[in-house]
């Protein structure tokens, strides 16, 4: 009886990607690796923290150079343009009524002028513009109310030239004080919108901290993953809080950043309506309306001043974005990797 002997099948691999990859990774492998999230988390974190902070500042910058100098150049010197025609429309008021040779009164135009006056010396360091004209043209023009309601009051031809010749200094065309108020108003709020302009580096530099946040949550949440596989390290806290800290800084900074524009622009939009103010439906009216405007600029502006902090905190948390990476990465390294070698 022959008996027949079969031979033995030889044994199938059974083929694992992650077996064979695993197998195919050494330690210096996953040291290089490791090696090069820190390289790659430091640089985004270096610069999102430089876009972030230099993007915060300028915003700050240009918030307070409105609040603290365009704005309240554009609101004295249309208050200025205001109260010189209120004071002509009161001596006007004396005329008609024949009050002139009633004691005190001319105290109200005298105010107004006092108030023009007063106006202009204000804002005098606020502007880039000769004021020197405007401040001789209104001394002029109020020298000559003052001679037609108070020297030649019983002199009726030569009251009547002397208040010819201040509404002719206050009213003439180009040359005259209320439209040379009224041309200084517009170059200045043409100022104030170049300073609250956002220009194209300012938004390069928010897209670029934005992208940069991004590249590092990923980098941070891959070398988490890795610590983890590789070397059975579950949590990493400096990986962690870099990632919290991450996440706060792609968020705060910009919602101040909206919030502030948002101000800028009703400011903007409140100035436009200043240099508009013509007193045509009344000039108290107008002086009014341009107080109560300029208190809500003021506002407007003052509730942005908070960025300031906001911009502290981002250099702050920018200089702890660099440092929270580099130091979970290389204590790892240290203590896994470079000092065996």
């Not at 208050?79 to 105290?107: I, K, M, N, T």
């Not at 023009?141 to 009547?160: A, F, I």
């Not at 009213?171 to 200084?184: E, K, N």
């Amino acid at each position: 009886m022959t008996t027949t002997v079969r031979a033995a099948r030889p044994r199938r691999y059974r083929y694992s990607p992650a077996v064979f990859w695993r197998g195919r990774l050494r330690p210096w492998r996953t040291r290089r690796l490791l090696e090069a999230h820190l390289l790659v988390a430091f640089v985004c974190a270096v610069v999102a923290a430089t876009s972030l902070s230099l993007s915060c500042r300028q915003t700050q910058r240009g918030a307070d150079a409105l609040a603290s100098r365009e704005a309240p150049a554009v609101q004295g010197l249309a208050a200025s343009r205001l109260a010189a025609l209120r004071s002509y429309q009161e001596v006007q008021y004396l005329v008609d009524r024949r009050l002139l040779d009633v004691a005190g009164s001319g105290e109200a135009y005298r105010a107004q002028l006092s108030a023009a006056d007063q106006g202009l010396s204000r804002i005098a360091d606020r502007t880039d513009q000769d004021l020197g004209t405007v401040d001789g043209l209104l001394a002029t023009y109020g020298n000559s109310l003052s001679l037609g309601t108070s020297v030649y009051r019983d002199q009726p031809l030569m009251r009547e030239q002397k208040l010819d010749e201040a509404h002719s200094l206050l009213t003439r065309s180009t040359v005259g004080l209320v439209p040379r108020l009224h041309a200084l108003e517009t170059v200045q709020l043409r100022h104030a919108e170049a300073t609250a302009a956002t220009g194209r580096g300012q938004r390069a530099g928010w897209w670029l901290g934005e992208l940069a946040l991004a590249a590092l949550a990923l980098t941070l949440c891959s070398a988490l993953f890795v610590l983890r596989d590789r070397c059975g390290r579950d949590w990493n806290p400096y990986l962690l809080g870099a990632l919290v800290l991450t996440a706060l800084l792609a968020v705060v900074p910009l919602m101040t950043a909206s919030a502030t524009g948002h101000g800028v622009d009703a400011a903007l939009v409140d100035l436009r309506w200043i240099t508009r103010a013509s007193g045509r439906g009344g000039l108290a009216g107008a002086q009014q309306g341009v107080t109560d405007t300029s208190e809500r600029i003021r506002q407007e502006l003052t509730d942005g001043t908070w960025s300031g902090r906001v911009y502290e905190g981002t250099f702050v948390g920018g200089l702890l974005l660099v440092v929270l990476p580099v130091l979970g990465l290389a204590l790892r390294l240290d203590g896994d990797y470079w000092r065996r070698r």
